[in-house]
């Protein structure tokens, strides 16, 4: 199995920035896809940004501002988020895939004050 737990949510001024961890734990060499999504209030969850082999994918919304990173050395995915605006305001969950099976984090809130 693998466990997922997101830090570095918080309060923060529009057109300010947050980094979000993602630690990943048990069999990670398993892990093929991971990503970001977010939920706010009263809305579906929708996918932010996602790390394959591959390479990197945006929401439209969240392109030139946030960017998705790894360092496999810490087994920690990273989401930088910067110019952020209000309606980025939700529950950020780290996700990824391991032999076919998605696993998710517990969310962390990101909260952006006009």
């Known amino acids: 199995q693998v466990q997922l737990v997101e830090s570095g949510g918080g309060l923060v001024q529009a057109g300010g920035s947050l980094r979000l961890s993602c630690a990943a734990s048990?069999?990670?060499?398993?892990?093929?896809?991971m990503g970001w999504y977010r939920q706010a209030p009263g809305k579906q969850r929708e996918l932010v940004a996602t790390?394959?082999?591959?390479?990197?994918n945006y929401a439209d919304s969240v392109k030139g501002r946030f960017t998705i990173s790894k360092d496999n050395a810490k087994n920690t995915m990273y989401l930088q988020m910067n110019s952020l605006k209000p309606e980025d305001t939700a529950v950020y969950y780290c996700?990824?895939?391991?032999?076919?099976?998605?696993?998710w984090g517990q969310g962390t809130q990101v909260t952006v004050s006009s």
């Open positions: 996700t990824c895939i391991w032999w076919g099976t998605r696993s």
């Open positions: 048990g069999t990670i060499f398993s892990i093929t896809d």
């Open positions: 790390i394959t082999s591959g390479g990197t």
